[in-house]
């Protein structure tokens, strides 16, 4: 088996800080963007054991993971997989643009 490093986009990191900021703000605590962080560090822990484990999106080679309400998309290559973005699952996937 192949092992790929994780690596996270800028903005998929932007992306996971705004999410936590968003949480912490409206319920005056950490405990649920906590939560998140640690559900979606296992989503990723999976994918790199089986990458092949996300859903296909696009023409691109992008793939993801759902981690309710979120989905976590990623590129597979030889030597990594690449966390492009995480994205509210109920806006319109239709104006996402991935392009890395």
């Known amino acids: 088996m192949v092992s790929r490093t994780l690596r996270w986009s800028n903005r998929a990191e932007k992306n996971l800080n705004e999410i936590q900021t968003f949480y912490l703000n409206r319920n005056g605590n ?25 859903q296909k999106w696009g023409k691109r080679g992008f793939r993801f993971v759902i981690v309710k309400p979120f989905q976590v998309f990623y590129r597979v290559t030889k030597t990594e997989i690449r966390v492009s973005a995480i994205w509210d699952g109920r806006r319109d996937m239709k104006t996402l643009k991935l392009t890395r």
Request: glycine share 4%.
């Open 30 to 54: 950490s405990a649920y963007s906590d939560k998140l962080t640690e559900q979606i560090s296992k989503a990723l822990d999976n994918v790199v054991s089986f990458p092949s484990l996300g």
